[in-house]
C-alpha cells in the first residue's frame, strides 16, 4: 500500500505533498455544475465582474476536495477505512481561475479504537496555499486508519 499505517503516524508529522494543479476555468464549471450548484459566483463570469472579486471564484468545495485529494497518496491510499469528519473548514483567501494549489497535511492527533484493535483514529489538519504561499485553505480532517497486519514488515 501507498498509504501509511496507523502505527506510521505521529503527532506533529508534516507532509509536503509534492502534487499540484492549476485551476482552470473548466475545472470550475465541470465541478459546480456536477454538484448542481449554480451559483453566478462561480459560472457566470459577466455576473462576477460587478462582485468584489472582479471575477469567478472557484468552487470552495472544489478547492477543499483538491486540498485533501492531493494528500492521499502521501498519507493514506489504500489505509484508510473510514473518513470521520471534518470541522473548522476556512477559505482565507479567494481562489481564482489560473492559481496553482499546493497543500500540507499535519498530523494533530493520534489515538487507538477503544473498541476495535485493528484500527486507530488520525486528526490531520490539511492546509492548501496558492502559487503566492498565500494560505487558501484550511480543514481538520478525522479519518480511521488500518493498523499493520500481523506478521507484515
Not at 469567478?56 to 476536495?65: A, H, K, R
Not at 476495535?116 to 503566492?132: A, C, S
Request: net charge negative.
Amino acid at each position: 500500500m501507498a498509504g501509511l499505517y496507523f502505527e506510521e503516524f505521529h503527532e506533529g508529522q508534516v507532509f509536503e505533498h509534492e502534487l499540484r494543479k492549476t485551476l482552470t476555468e473548466s475545472d470550475n464549471m465541470l465541478f459546480s455544475t456536477m454538484t448542481l450548484n449554480p451559483q453566478p459566483l462561480h459560472i457566470d463570469r459577466h455576473f462576477s465582474q460587478q462582485t468584489d472579486w472582479g471575477q469567478p471564484l472557484m468552487n470552495s468545495v472544489l478547492t477543499l476536495g483538491l486540498v485533501i485529494g492531493v494528500s492521499v497518496g502521501d498519507t493514506t491510499l489504500g489505509t484508510t477505512i473510514d473518513n470521520l469528519g471534518m470541522k473548522d473548514t476556512q477559505f482565507p483567501h479567494p481562489v481564482f481561475q489560473g492559481d496553482t494549489i499546493r497543500a500540507t497535511t499535519e498530523v494533530v492527533g493520534v489515538r487507538a479504537s477503544r473498541s476495535k484493535p485493528d484500527r486507530g483514529i488520525i486528526d490531520f489538519l490539511h492546509k492548501g496555499y496558492n502559487q503566492d504561499d498565500v494560505l487558501v485553505c484550511q480543514c481538520h480532517r478525522q479519518a480511521m486508519m488500518r493498523r499493520r497486519p500481523q506478521g507484515a514488515d
